[in-house]
T-cell receptor, first 113, second 111 residues
Framework: NAGVTQTPKFQVLKTGQSMTLQCAQDMNHNSMYWYRQDPGMGLRLIYYSASEGTTDKGEVPNGYNVSRLNKREFSLRLESAAPSQTSVYFC????????????FGPGTRLTVL | GQQLNQSPQSMFIQEGEDVSMNCTSSSIFNTWLWYKQDPGEGPVLLIALYKAGELTSNGRLTAQFGITRKDSFLNISASIPSDVGIYFCAGPNSGTYKYIFGTGTRLKVLA
């Protein structure tokens, strides 16, 4: 099993450009999450999907959109990238949303110039 | 909102030493998770705690769920160079199933 995979690993954008970060899991998990990690800030939840067909905002959703394409895949879209969105983005999944361990992907390092 | 404070923020230790770190919350948690993040990687779950007072080990790592349910502790015994990394605590935000993470303890081991 690959676990949680993310593409791309690195990306550089110019302000105003758009892009989609891809995430897939092969553990048959129901819940999936997108986090961003900034220096000294820990991980902050952007959006999550408790189950296929549902999505909801996390702590820092502004400037992002998500799509739960199917049970395996959960994508994060930046419609108009801003320098404040420079960060490392992690996708995670868990069997159920409530009180369960989350398994993380390797991350996407995004720089917005 | 809820916050998780971890201490220390960073620490240098000699190989072979024991390490202690803690995580405190402003409110009660029903679950505590401890993760380790290696440089350039995603966090990896080390230990999960589900009951106040629970003490759980994973090899040289031992974590405890504080009796007040507002804190948790992680100990690493006989540290080795591969223990280097950032250790995060996490728990579900009150009334929701959204996890919040502490700011991390950065551990550096001197050989």
């Amino acid at each position: 099993n690959a676990g949680v995979t993310q593409t791309p690993k690195f990306q550089v954008l110019k302000t105003g450009q758009s892009m989609t970060l891809q995430c897939a899991q092969d553990m048959n998990h129901n819940s999936m999450y997108w986090y961003r990690q900034d220096p000294g800030m820990g991980l902050r939840l952007i959006y999550y999907s408790a189950s296929e067909g549902t999505t909801d905002k996390g702590e820092v959703p502004n400037g992002y959109n998500v799509s739960r394409l199917n049970k395996r895949e959960f994508s994060l879209r930046l419609e108009s990238a801003a320098p404040s969105q420079t960060s490392v983005y992690f996708c995670a999944s868990s069997w159920l949303q409530a009180y369960n361990e989350q398994f993380f992907g390797p991350g996407t390092r995004l720089t917005v110039l | 909102g809820q916050q998780l404070n971890q201490s220390p923020q960073s620490m240098f230790i000699q190989e072979g030493e024991d390490v202690s770190m803690n995580c405190t919350s402003s409110s009660i948690f029903n679950t505590w998770l401890w993760y380790k993040q290696d440089p350039g990687e995603g966090p990896v779950l080390l230990i999960a705690l589900y009951k106040a007072g629970e003490l759980t080990s994973n090899g040289r790592l031992t974590a405890q769920f504080g009796i007040t349910r507002k804190d948790s502790f992680l100990n690493i015994s006989a540290s080795i160079p591969s223990d280097v990394g950032i250790y995060f605590c996490a728990g579900p935000n009150s009334g929701t199933y959204k996890y919040i993470f502490g700011t991390g303890t950065r551990l550096k081991v001197l050989a």
